[in-house]
């Protein structure tokens, strides 16, 4: 069983397009989260969903929205894709009291 | 500031020879450091976690890492590596139930047979 499942796997489309990321995470985790891979391999953190409430928002632009339906769901909703948005998007998740985060397959986003 | 330094970009080995993956941090608290590896098209798979206690931890695939307060440092080694090791390697820093974890940059491991 995968712990944590993303999809689709790869996304390609078109400037100004609106799309979204699908995450689900089996492991029972109380708080999970999007990170951002840009083209030089740097990871960076962009949301965290802790009991469906946002706790960290890295400067990322309000064209992201997270949405989390439930604990075992992180959605990642980009409105107006740009150039710059092309990377690769990974979920993760955790259990608060522990530092391991788990992290999804990562899907490639491509924006044309 | 909390920032991870892995200061070589790209390392190459022989497969059967010994690996050392170099890592550095800053961190304002104590520190929770961690291994994790990406093989090529894949996700990041943990590798091995320090928390507290021995200083040296053993993770998966046979790698271990060694916590060195003193020099700030978290090296990631393996004995004898194998080429189903070449993969990008990434330590990260964080704190013990906190959100964030800091990534470095990666080192890519390329193994020659």
């Known amino acids: 069983d995968t712990a944590v499942s993303q999809t689709p796997k790869y996304l390609v489309t078109q400037m100004g397009n609106d799309k979204s990321i699908k995450c689900e995470q089996n492991?029972?985790?109380?708080?999970m989260y999007w990170y951002k891979q840009d083209s030089k391999k740097f990871l960076k953190i962009m949301f965290s969903?802790?009991?469906?409430?946002?706790?960290i928002n890295e400067t990322v632009p309000n064209r992201f929205s997270p949405k989390s339906p439930d604990k075992a769901h992180l959605n990642l909703h980009i409105n107006s894709l740009e150039l710059g948005d092309s990377a690769v998007y990974f979920c993760a998740s955790s259990q608060v009291t522990s530092g391991d985060k788990y992290f999804g397959p990562g899907t490639r986003l491509l924006v044309l | 500031a909390q920032s991870v330094t892995q200061p070589d970009i790209h390392i190459t080995v022989s497969e059967g020879a010994s690996l050392e993956l170099r890592c550095n941090y800053s961190?304002?608290?104590?520190?929770?450091l961690f291994w994790y590896v990406q093989s090529p098209g894949q996700g990041l798979q943990l590798l091995l976690k320090?928390?507290?206690?021995?200083?040296l931890v053993q993770g998966i695939k046979g790698f271990e890492a060694e916590f060195k307060r003193s020099q700030s440092s978290f090296n990631l080694r393996k004995p004898s590596v194998h080429w189903s090791d070449a993969a990008e390697y990434f330590c990260?820093?964080?704190?013990?139930?906190?959100?964030?974890?800091?990534f470095g940059t990666g080192t890519r491991l390329t193994v020659i047979p």
């Open positions: 969903y802790n009991n469906k409430e946002l706790i």
């Open positions: 492991l029972g985790h109380d708080t």
């Open positions: 320090y928390f507290s206690g021995d200083t």
């Open positions: 990260a820093v964080g704190a013990r139930g906190a959100n964030n974890l800091f």
């Open positions: 961190y304002g608290a104590t520190p929770y």
